[in-house]
């Protein structure tokens, strides 16, 4: 598995998440790290998606419409 030991899959950075991203294409347990990443609510990239995005987009809807996160 390419995520093991890297850490661009948690990586602050935009860029090293875009590359783990790409590097997730044939990975032997893509499909289970899909139905896994729903469930972990996680940062970082999770079957070649970067959910960081997602959860920030959260957060900022959830402030600016007044309800917490």
Do not use: I, N, Y
């Amino acid at each position: 598995m390419p995520c093991l030991g890297d850490a661009r899959w948690l990586s602050d950075s935009l860029h090293d998440r875009r590359q783990a991203a790409r590097l997730c294409v044939g990975c032997p347990v893509f499909d289970e790290c899909s139905s896994a990443a729903p469930k972990t609510r996680g940062f970082g990239v999770w079957a070649g998606k970067d959910r960081t995005m997602r959860l920030r987009h959260r957060a900022l809807t959830a402030t600016t419409q007044g309800s917490e996160f």
